[in-house]
């Protein structure tokens, strides 16, 4: 089926470090992609997306490229901020058991970053 | 921006007996809805497929019988937790689906503890 495989962390950076996160996927078709952050005792909220080959998504200073050819989807962020330590997933929507399209998740990446 | 509203974010309860969380789509009418759970420092992995006025659909190795799942409307549905023991602790988040658009909206979560 499909899945979803990003780096393990945790990654730890000092600000104003440039941040990579890489994320690569394996699924039949076309599938849209999205990178979600959580914050400490929250839900998901989405960061940016996807939906076809070579589109890129951008928010807040994050950017991720859709490439098809490496079957990838990695988060950059030239600068990073204390603020934007959370645990970053990246997904991609797959049909679930369900018959509805569902989110299929990496296992997440806990970013660090040290004033 | 849309909100999904789950509640509640914490409860603790004894082994033995059932609980209730609710998931509310505040300003969107949602006829699917997904129910994940979350280990510590892992993925989200969905249990279960609700959709409105109709049963869910589980994946597989979740138990139906005791992750009871009622989509009664298109803005609300619920997750009960029947007979709870200790292994079920965990934090529980709903994602609701925008029937306009499409797009995945999380709620907090809800951290279950069961003594």
């Known amino acids: 089926g499909d899945s979803v495989t990003q780096m393990e962390g945790p990654v730890t950076l000092s600000e104003e470090a440039f941040l990579t996160i890489n994320c690569t996927y394996t699924?039949?078709?076309?599938?849209?992609l999205f990178w979600y952050v959580q914050y400490p005792g929250e839900g998901l909220q989405l960061l940016l997306k996807?939906?076809?080959?070579?589109d890129k998504g951008s928010n807040k200073g994050f950017e991720a490229t859709y490439r098809k050819e490496t079957t990838s989807f990695h988060l950059e962020k030239g600068s990073v901020q204390v603020s934007d330590s959370a645990v970053y997933f990246c997904a991609l929507i797959s049909r679930s058991g369900g018959g509805a399209d569902g989110l299929t998740f990496g296992k997440g990446t806990h970013l660090i970053i040290q004033p | 921006g849309a909100v999904v509203s789950q509640h509640p974010s914490r409860v603790i309860c004894k082994s033995g007996t059932s609980v209730k969380i609710e998931c509310r789509s505040l300003?969107?009418?949602?006829?699917?809805m997904f129910w994940y759970r979350q280990f510590p420092k892992q993925s989200l992995m969905l249990m279960a497929t609700s959709n409105e006025g109709s049963k869910a659909t589980y994946e597989q190795g979740v138990e139906k019988d005791k992750f009871l799942i009622n989509h009664a409307s298109l803005t609300l549905s619920t997750l009960t937790v029947t007979s709870a023991h200790p292994e079920d602790s965990s934090f529980y988040i709903c994602?609701?689906?925008?029937?306009?658009?499409?797009?995945?909206?999380f709620g907090n979560g809800t951290r279950l503890t069961v003594t």
């Open positions: 699924a039949t078709g076309y599938p849209s």
């Open positions: 300003d969107f009418q949602a006829t699917t």
């Open positions: 994602s609701a689906r925008e029937n306009m658009g499409g797009y995945f909206h």
């Open positions: 996807a939906t076809k080959a070579d």
